[in-house]
């Protein structure tokens, strides 16, 4: 019973491409979010989403683009891959009146190539 | 930018006390600490939060100062399975966008 989930695991695209990664979260949290973690090691956030407001860190290209058909799912859409994406995705999920901290799922590699 | 400062990396044997200090001088009255770490290059997970008073859990103990200044991960007997970068953030109790974290500590456990 994985509690935050991602598909899939490991992507690999050419430039130019567009692709969506998934995120389910069974927790019932109201809020999901979108990490992203370089070469270097930096987790650095890139969207928070509850079913009121969407923020989106602003050094994030609007290539990039959230998705939540439900407040169970947020996933991440990228158009026009490039070099730079290449990198490990992690979504994550909290209960914004519950300071339990985050759930964060496996990751999904992607490589731009 | 982080508001924490930890050391860059660390070692403890197998079986002893791991004690992981964490600065943040700039804390506010309604931030909360919070400590996760990342093994290899799974996704963080969370350990353990405070705000001001010790906490302990079956995974760690977190000792915060008087003056909310710093604190300590305490692991008291690490495992190999221990190693990994562990992170401290501080934030308000609704976490959120304000979640930050730094380059955190690597820790190494030695048999």
């Known amino acids: 019973d994985t509690a935050v989930s991602q598909t899939p695991k490991y992507l690999v695209t050419q430039m130019g491409n567009d692709k969506s990664i998934k995120c389910e979260q069974n927790l019932g949290h109201d809020t999901m979010y979108w990490y992203k973690q370089d070469s270097k090691k930096f987790l650095k956030i890139m969207f928070s989403?509850?079913?009121?407001?969407?923020?989106i860190n602003e050094t994030v290209p609007n290539r990039f683009s959230p998705k939540s058909p439900d407040k169970a799912h947020l996933n991440l859409h990228i158009n026009s891959l490039e070099l730079g994406d290449s990198a490990v995705y992690f979504c994550?999920?909290?209960?914004?009146?519950?300071?339990?901290?985050?759930?964060f799922g496996s990751g999904t590699r992607l490589t731009v190539v | 930018d982080a508001k924490t400062t930890q050391p860059p990396s660390m070692d403890c044997a197998e079986g002893r006390a791991a004690n992981l200090p964490c600065n943040h001088s700039t804390i506010s009255g309604n931030e909360y600490v919070y400590w996760y770490r990342q093994i290899h290059s799974q996704g963080p997970q969370y350990i353990i939060h405070g705000l001001k008073n010790n906490e302990t859990n079956e995974m760690a103990s977190l000792i915060i100062t008087e003056d909310r200044k710093s604190s300590t991960l305490i692991l008291p007997h690490a495992t190999l399975r221990d190693t990994a970068v562990y992170y401290c953030?501080?934030?308000?109790?609704?976490?959120?966008?304000?979640?930050?974290f730094g380059a955190g500590t690597r820790l190494f456990v030695k048999a």
């Open positions: 989403y509850n079913n009121k407001e969407l923020i």
């Open positions: 994550a999920s909290s209960q914004l009146d519950r300071p339990n901290g985050y759930t």
């Open positions: 953030i501080v934030t308000g109790n609704t976490g959120g966008f304000k979640t930050i």
